[in-house]
């Protein structure tokens, strides 16, 4: 199976910092990758598909870079409402797999 | 609107059965693959795929944890995804959440549409 490894696993920003999380395949996985975001209580949200493309209705201070390996999710200028865990996930392969998640959270 | 809705869910022992439903509406049901993806409760714990189907529902893929235990299918005439659960153990609770695929006829693509989940439990 692809591994996925997500960093940081916690983040403290404030608002209006611009925001980097990173996510690493095992292999190879071209562009096929998504980014979620899931606050408590609730289902994951798609904000990022095929690595970059931004999800219909999500705000474009979310973006979504990279290819093969290495990928890069942003949130330019973070705000209240973007405190949650964001996760990475490969559809190149199954079984499919997820990150760990990374934790964007008050500071 | 476009809606999943998982049930089914419950308080069960192991090595007993489930059988969890997700009815689908606000979309053509049948061109879609559909996915179940879980997340044990607690801090930390995040997202594990279990299973998609295809479309049509001729192909399947399992997550090695629940191979051999768990059985997915779907009934298009009633806009209805399934998850047959049997053996299950302590480490197989969770909260169930199934998941439409973003793009359609397709088996390699985000999940763009979540249910509420369905709560399963282990345990004497």
């Known amino acids: 199976d692809i591994q996925m490894t997500q960093s940081p696993s916690t983040l403290s920003p404030s608002v209006g910092d611009r925001v980097t999380i990173t996510c690493r395949a095992s292999q190879s996985i071209g562009s096929w990758l998504a980014w979620y975001q899931q606050k408590p209580g609730k289902a994951p949200k798609l904000l990022i598909y095929?690595?970059?493309s931004l999800q219909s209705g999500v705000p474009s201070r979310f973006s979504g870079s990279g290819s093969g390996t290495e990928f890069t999710l942003t949130i330019s200028s973070l705000q209240p409402d973007d405190y949650a865990t964001y996760y990475c996930?490969?559809?190149?392969?199954?079984?499919?797999?997820f990150g760990q998640g990374t934790k964007v959270e008050i500071q | 609107e476009v809606q999943l809705l998982e049930s089914g869910g419950g308080l069960v022992q192991p090595g007993g059965s489930l059988r969890l439903s997700c009815a689908a509406s606000g979309f053509t049901f049948s061109s879609y693959a559909m996915n179940w993806v879980r997340q044990a409760p607690g801090k930390g714990l995040g997202l594990e795929w279990v299973s998609c189907i295809s479309d049509g529902g001729a192909s399947t893929y399992y997550a090695d944890s629940v191979k051999g235990r768990f059985t997915i299918s779907r009934d298009i005439s009633k806009n209805t995804l399934y998850l047959q659960m049997n053996s299950l153990r302590a480490d197989d609770t969770a909260i169930y959440y199934c998941?439409?695929?973003?793009?359609?006829?397709?088996?390699?693509?985000?999940?763009?549409?979540w249910g509420q989940g369905t709560m399963v439990t282990v345990s004497s």
């Open positions: 998941a439409k695929l973003l793009g359609s006829n397709s088996m390699h693509d985000a999940f763009d549409i």
């Open positions: 095929k690595a970059s």
């Open positions: 996930q490969q559809y190149n392969s199954y079984s499919l797999t």
